[in-house]
């Protein structure tokens, strides 16, 4: 089991910016993606970033909207993720949800309780 606890949302201006934080714990978690996804009012979870596990080292994607003014880093430990979000739009403001991803012959997805980003036009 995976416990993960989400903080750094809040209310700000558009423009502003705001720095997620997801701390995972309960398993170890070094080779497990862990990433963000995002729930405006009345739409559908969407996918925003994700830190990938690999033999390499962790790799990081991002959904269109978030390539230039979202940056996702992962702790040397691997337990967790943060999401850096610059030039915050009034389209931004959603619930923020923390994923984990454990790899294997039956994959399991763990999620955080999501943390509220709410952007002022």
């Known amino acids: 089991q995976v416990q993960m606890v989400e903080s750094g949302g809040g209310v700000v201006q558009a423009g502003g910016s705001l720095r997620l934080s997801c701390v995972a714990s309960?398993?170890?978690?070094?080779?497990?993606?862990m990433g963000w996804y995002r729930q405006a009012p009345g739409k559908e979870r969407e996918f925003v970033a994700m830190?990938?596990?690999?033999?390499?080292?962790?790799?990081?994607d991002y959904d269109d909207f978030a390539k230039d003014r979202f940056t996702i880093s992962r702790d040397n430990a691997g337990n967790a993720t943060y999401l850096e979000m610059n030039g915050l739009k009034h389209e931004d403001t959603a619930i923020y949800y923390c994923?984990?991803?454990?790899?294997?012959?039956?994959?399991?997805?763990?999620w955080g309780q999501g943390t509220q980003v709410t952007v002022s036009a």
């Open positions: 994923k984990v991803h454990v790899h294997g012959p039956v994959p399991v997805e763990y």
């Open positions: 309960g398993r170890t978690l070094v080779n497990v993606d």
């Open positions: 830190t990938r596990w690999t033999w390499r080292g962790y790799t990081s």
